[in-house]
Structure formats: C-alpha cells, structure tokens
C-alpha cells in the first residue's frame, strides 16, 4: 500500500482493493530494481530467452537463444503461464505481426474469455476512454464474483473432508455456507477458511475425480475463488447497463479477417443460433495452454523431448512431486530440476496467486538449502570470465553457482 500511496494511487479500501495486473508488474520490478542495480547482490537477472536445457552427469547446461549457455547446480523453472494462451493475446500484446494491440476509439472489441483477464483488459480500455462496444464471450458466459470484506472460517485438517471426492464435497461444502449464512456471514468466509487446504483436497481425489471436477465445478469454483474487486465490478456493471459490455455465453465458431479488423461468428450456448459480428480487435482471455506438448515455450519442449520432463495425468502441466521435482519420462523424480508456480498445477491446482507461489518458492528454497547442507556434491567447472555476463553471474562462495560461457 506504501507503494500504491507514493504515486498517488487512490485506494478506497485496503481490505477489498486489487491493483490491476500490470500495475502489479510494476510493483514487482521496482522490487527487483535494487538488487539487481546492486553490484554486490546475489540475483544477477540475465535478460535472454533459454531454448534448451541439457542435463549432464550432476549439473545442469541452460542453452540461450544467443548462443551462450549457463551452468548450474539445480535449475528452477518458473516460466509461469504460456505464451500462447487464447487466440489472441493481452491488451499490451500484439494479435499479430502486422496489427497494433490497441484498437480504434470507437472500434468494436471482441474479448474471448470472461475471467479476470477479461475484466483487466476491459477495464484497460475503459480507462482509456475506449467508446465502442466491448462483446465477451465464453463457454458458459460466466463473470467472476465480488469480493466483500468477510471473515473466513478456520477450518482444521481433520475436518475436511479429504478423499471423498468432488460430489460429496460439493454437499459439504454447501453445509458449510448455510451455517456461515446463519451466523451472519456468506459463501466468501468458505471459499477463503478453505485456502489452506485446497492444496490437499485436490491431492486427496483419485485423477478420475479430478477429471469430473474439471469437467463439471472448476467454471464455478474460479469465479468464486478468483474475485473482482468492488470497485471494478461497479465498473463492469455500469457498461453492462449502458450496453457498451455485452457478455454471451457461446463460443467462436470462426474468424475472417476483413479490412479494418475481422469478421467473426458466434455460436451461441443457449440455442443454434449463430451470430456474426465484425470487430476491430480480438483480445484472448479464454485461459491457458493446458497440453505442455502444445507448448510453444522451447524449453519445455526441450525438457519432454529429452524426457527430463513428462506432462501430468490430467495434461495441464508438468508431473512434478510435492516438493517441485521434476518426474521424468520413465516416472522417475530428478533432483536437478524443479518447477514453481502455473507449471506445476497437475499436483497442487491452486498455485497460479502470489500468495500461494509465494509459500510455494519458500518452502523449495528451503529444501534446496537444506540439500546444499547435507554436503551434496557441487559443480566446479565454472569460470568467472564470462564475454555473456561479464563474470557477474560468478561467485566463489555462492551455494547455488551459475555462470555463463
């Protein structure tokens, strides 16, 4: 919040604020500022792409689309989300080669999605004095929830209940709201007193009942989970009310570009009918690469090629173990690479919010302290010349070296 006061950010209210995805970009590169200005620090960032990773007897080579490679003891991967979500891209991003993200004052927009990406990006263009239509369409049409201040109940372990899969879930948790409800509160205190143990919860079910939760109660659970904030929702609402937001449930069935923009059809979900609409910008928001083989990132395709890596049972990530070890081909953890955050959603689900990569990060940066610790052997072919990073990347006393050659 002393960030946000410093630029004279308004906040109305600490407690049901969410500061928009970019201006938290912005925050975490003012964190990064420092350290990395500072010539003693131990983060030394080195701004270039890694196309292949190749693993050799105790140590690691991260090959870089500039030809250098970097050496390392362990390698984290914290690649989050891919690149190619959506058939579009954000609102900073360009559709494609040849057209500008932003379009025309009065241009009519089509945004694909109607998660939380779609809420920042249309509120980016009603920031911006965008005047045109903004048509949002998803499968079922779906808006994310509000956020109230509320007060989430304290459930312990034993309480949950752990294993019983998704269908008796949903009836517990449904008990857990009305008792919230009776004593003053809502279904938000739920969905947050739960937090904790979502984690377990998922690990908990068998991988056909995580197939059925997908398939049937992750749409809603999302919108519940992940909240707008109050103020953003009066937003979105009154654009609803004045006819610039339109939200259909239905999905794109094709789209032509034609001059000035595209023409596009829409299948709607509530019948057969299709309509056709013409649209100056396309921006997706319609979720996530889910298939690591249909990733365009070339380190993970590098990683399942070599079988260093495998994707999860249910296809949306990478097979790791708890602890964030890589499962290679043969079903095998490997001690030498890792994964944080988006990647690793197979085995933890919940891990794509700050807070939850946060405890994530902490606990691997423990464990990989502790493994130093145990006197495990280090790499020591490295040399502080480096022509990539000037020797920055080299540090004789480092716990966790890595330098380029």
């Known amino acids: 919040m002393q960030w946000l006061e410093t630029r004279s950010i308004p906040v109305d209210d600490p407690a049901t604020y969410f500061a928009a995805r970019r201006l938290y970009g912005e925050y975490l590169e003012h964190l990064l500022k420092e350290p990395r200005e500072d010539s003693g620090s131990r983060l030394h960032v080195i701004d270039e792409e890694c196309v292949e990773l190749v693993q050799h007897d105790g140590y690691v ?53 109607t998660s939380l990406s779609m809420v920042d990006t249309c509120l980016s263009l009603l920031l911006r004095g965008h005047a045109g239509e903004i048509v949002a ?49 809502d279904w938000r205190d739920v969905v947050d007193g739960l937090r904790p143990h979502n984690q377990s919860i998922w690990q908990s079910w068998s991988i056909t009942q995580r197939r059925r939760f997908f398939r049937h109660l992750k749409a809603w659970w999302d919108i519940h989970r992940h909240r707008m904030a109050p103020q953003v929702s009066e937003r979105l609402s009154e654009a609803i009310g004045r006819g610039q937001l339109r939200v259909i449930a239905g999905r794109v069935r094709d789209v032509t570009p034609v001059e000035g923009g595209f023409s596009v059809r829409l299948h709607r979900r509530d019948g057969q009918r299709t309509e056709e609409i013409r649209t100056g910008q396309i921006y997706g928001c319609a979720g996530l690469v889910a298939d690591p083989d249909k990733s365009t990132n070339p380190l993970i395709r ?22 964030g070890a890589l499962i290679n081909r043969n079903g095998r953890r490997n001690d030498l690479l890792y994964a944080v955050g988006p990647l690793t959603r197979g085995t933890f689900l919940e891990i794509e919010a700050i807070p939850d990569i946060r405890v994530q990060c902490q606990r691997l940066a423990g464990a990989l302290l502790a493994r130093q610790a145990s006197g495990l052997p280090r790499v020591d072919r490295l040399r502080p010349n480096c022509p990539s990073c000037n020797g920055r990347a080299f540090r004789s006393g480092a716990s966790l070296k890595a330098i380029c050659f």
């Open 137 to 185: 369409v998803s499968r079922r049409g779906l808006l994310p929830a509000v956020h109230r201040k509320n007060q989430p109940i304290v459930l312990q372990r034993s309480e949950v209940p752990l294993g019983c899969g998704p269908a008796h879930f949903v009836t517990w948790f449904r008990q857990l709201v009305r008792a919230a409800e009776a004593g003053g509160g």
């Open 61 to 113: 080579e991260l090959r870089l689309a500039n030809g250098s490679s970097i050496v390392a003891e362990r390698c984290v991967l914290a690649t989050g989300h891919d690149r190619s979500a959506g058939r579009g891209q954000s609102l900073l991003a360009q559709v494609d080669a040849g057209r500008t993200a932003l379009p025309e004052r009065t241009d009519r927009v089509l945004v694909i999605g």
């Open 302 to 323: 590098s990683l399942l090629a070599g079988g260093m890596a495998r994707a999860d049972a249910l296809r949306i990530g990478l097979d790791v173990a708890t602890d």
